[in-house]
Structure formats: C-alpha cells, structure tokens
C-alpha cells in the first residue's frame, strides 16, 4: 500500500505549483544557500522534493542535487526539463539508505518531514544519516503554536499526538476539485529538538518563517513554520 500523499499528488500534478505557499522558492533557496553556506559543485539531497522546486533552484546555482519524492507523478514532473545538475528519484524517506554523502540534506514545505506522523523521527534519523561529515540539514515544520491559534473550523486536532487531520479540497489542472484526507505533525521548539537529538543530531539554529519568508526570526507564535538547521551530533 502507498502512502496517503499519492493520491493527493497524482490528483493535483502540476497544479500544486499554482498554490501561493510554492511562489516564493528563489527567496527561500537564497536563504538556505546564505545559512547552510552552499557553493557550486556541493551535493544537496532534496527528501520529499515534491516537483522539484527548490532542486531545480538549486542546480540553477550550480549545485548538485538529488531530489527524492514518494509520489512517481510528483518525480515525473520535476524531472521534465530539469536543469543540469538536478536528478530525481521516486523513494520514501523512510527507508532512504544514504550515507555521508552530502554536503547539505534538506526537507522544506512539509515534503517529508511531518507527512509521516508517528515516522517523522525515522525520516529525520536518515537525513542526518546523509550528511557527510561537518555537513548540515535543513527542516521546515508545522508551529503547533500557530495550528492550535489559528484552527479551522472543519480540522480535527489531536492535543496527544501533535496530528492535525483536515479535509483539504485539491483542484488539478483542469480545474476539478476533490477532498482529501490529510494529516499533519505539528511541532513546538521543544519537541524538535528533542526529536533532532533522537535522531543522532544536533539543533544549530531555529527559527520562525513563512513560505517566501524565510527569516532568522526568533520563535514566536505569529509564524506558520519553524525552520531548524541540525547537524550529525558531536560534529562541527
């Protein structure tokens, strides 16, 4: 049996780049690039790369990498005229099995890190199992401060397990709408780093962002997502 997300891909296809939360991929790839300290010719591993945004961004920096996406549709459409530099792979997160073999490994916009509620931490473990050695990772997650603040009406949270469930209504690319069912884990700064720690890493930065907004805010409750930059523990 696949995962939840794929049918929520295979419906949406291209269409999920037209949601708002995709617009601002240069702004955030600038950001990751500032604070991981990337340069052409590194190798960044992508988990979750959806259709390949921020990959494509960037390779169109010179940088190498893998993109890595549970949904064939999803890895289909990253892979149709991508640059050079940028090669993608239909795996699931969890049972990834790189090893120190990246400069940099990133999950960003819930691509992996938070669809999987109960296996997050398993996802986590194989990302920092792929940095290389003084290398660093990069995560965005869910503020359980935000959700809880600003809960839809139809959503059904659960306080225990830090899982939102929603009905989301996905339109694809002629327009037709269907609901899905989707979870997803939400967080406090407490918890990730309690989480990067049982993964064998550890929290360098940690901070409060919006999609196309990614800042070096302190946490706060007034931001949809925490962006955490871990590495391998006891490394420098």
Request: glycine letters at 12%.
């Amino acid at each position: 049996m696949g995962h939840w997300f794929e049918a929520i891909a295979d419906h949406t296809g291209s269409a999920y780049l037209r949601y708002s939360f995709t617009k601002g991929t240069e702004q955030e790839v600038g950001f990751i690039i500032d604070e991981l300290g990337l340069r052409p010719g590194m190798r960044v591993l992508d988990v979750g790369c959806g259709p390949g945004r921020h990959a494509r961004a960037l390779a169109g920096h010179g940088i190498e990498v893998v993109g890595l996406d549970i949904s064939e549709r999803f890895v289909a459409l990253a892979a149709d005229g991508a640059p050079d530099g940028a090669v993608f792979v239909c795996g699931d997160a969890r049972t990834m099995e790189y090893d120190r073999e990246f400069d940099a490994v990133v999950s960003l916009c819930q691509g992996a890190f938070g669809l999987v509620p109960g296996e997050d931490g398993e996802v986590l473990r194989r990302m920092a199992a792929a940095l290389r050695s003084g290398a660093r990772g990069v995560l965005t997650a869910f503020s359980a401060y935000f959700q809880v603040r600003w809960i839809g009406d139809g959503d059904d949270f659960d306080a225990v397990a830090g899982v939102n469930h929603e009905l989301a209504l996905v339109r694809d690319e002629d327009g037709n709408d269907a609901t899905f069912d989707l979870w997803t884990s939400v967080w406090t700064p407490r918890e990730l780093r309690y989480a990067v720690a049982a993964a064998g890493g550890d929290v360098v930065s940690l901070w409060s962002v919006a999609p196309g907004e990614y800042a070096r805010n302190p946490p706060d409750l007034d931001h949809p997502e925490w962006l955490v930059v871990f590495r391998r523990a006891g490394e420098r």
